[in-house]
């Protein structure tokens, strides 16, 4: 009996030349999400705020949103942006879609796709080639097993422009349904795969989620989103539950022998 390998990214953020060979040596490559680079807290001269505004100015904001200041933070950027003139979302999106046009242009086929938290989908049927398939809230078959997908984050002080009400991302994780590999940006509620070790906070994960893992024993659990986890991986009953590593600075898919 033939091994399907499928490659499984996650948070890309910008790395378009470590995407372009992704696929490498797989039969299909699944994307967790997060294509674009709006801020890069390791390096303060990346990014869509740091391309506009410079390295120091995002030092400045990085600060103190690291903090906790986030009103001071919502203050220095909303002066920033009208320094520039115009709309703020004019601005951002011609700068997404610079990104999206590289990463798109990179993107492995056949590739199986959802939405991360900083993504902004309505612009991805402009991106999308023959062989992208975009899944939210959705099933496709690969590999003869039943491959699930839910897109986005939940709701959050950062704000990020994908974030839905825990009802909505509720709705896609029931509409999924029972599954072999159910694959989401964001974490099930397991404190361990939440905490971040570097930037030293929790994030949000999916209570639907976990419940779901739960009820149905997926084989696998797939998600991004967490750069560094406390635990990159756990057991829920059956189900193995794996963060697939931060891409952009991994520059490495996790692969998948089905």
């Known amino acids: 009996m033939s091994v399907m390998r499928v490659h499984v990214v996650s948070d890309v953020h910008g790395r378009a030349d470590a995407l372009a060979r992704a696929g490498d040596g797989a039969d299909a490559l699944i994307c967790l999400g997060d294509l674009i680079l709006f801020v890069d807290y390791a390096d303060h001269s990346q990014g869509i705020f740091a391309d506009l505004f410079g390295a120091e100015r995002t030092s400045e904001f990085i600060q103190l949103r690291t903090a906790g200041r986030f009103e001071e933070a919502r203050l220095m950027s909303a002066g920033l942006w009208a320094s520039l003139g115009g709309e703020p979302r004019d601005h951002i999106e011609r700068a997404v879609r610079e990104q999206y046009t590289r990463i798109f242009a990179a993107m492995p086929t056949p590739a199986y796709l959802t939405y991360g938290n900083v993504d902004l989908p309505g612009l991805w049927g402009d991106y999308v080639r023959d062989g992208h398939?975009?899944?939210?809230?959705?099933?496709?078959?690969?590999?003869?097993?039943?491959?699930?997908?839910?897109?986005?984050?939940?709701?959050?002080?950062?704000?990020?422009?994908?974030?839905?009400?825990?009802?909505?991302?509720?709705?896609?994780?029931?509409?999924?349904?029972?599954?072999?590999?159910?694959?989401?940006?964001?974490?099930?509620?397991?404190?361990?795969?939440?905490?971040?070790?570097?930037?030293?906070?929790?994030?949000?994960?999916?209570?639907?989620?976990?419940?779901?893992?739960?009820?149905?024993?997926?084989?696998?659990?797939?998600?991004?989103?967490?750069?560094?986890?406390?635990?990159?991986?756990?057991?829920?009953?059956?189900?193995?539950?794996?963060?697939?590593?931060?891409?952009?600075?991994?520059?490495?898919?996790?692969?998948?022998?089905?």
């Open 133 to 258: 398939h975009v899944l939210d809230g959705q099933t496709a078959e690969i590999g003869g097993l039943t491959f699930g997908f839910v897109g986005g984050g939940l709701r959050t002080r950062y704000g990020t422009p994908n974030e839905v009400d825990d009802e909505e991302f509720a709705r896609k994780v029931e509409a999924v349904g029972a599954v072999d590999v159910l694959c989401c940006h964001i974490p099930p509620a397991v404190p361990d795969l939440l905490y971040d070790v570097v930037a030293r906070r929790f994030e949000r994960g999916s209570e639907a989620t976990l419940e779901a893992i739960r009820a149905t024993q997926p084989r696998y659990a797939l998600f991004g989103h967490v750069h560094q986890p406390l635990a990159a991986r756990t057991r829920i009953g059956r189900t193995e539950c794996v963060n697939v590593g931060h891409f952009r600075g991994q520059g490495r898919p996790f692969a998948l022998d089905l």
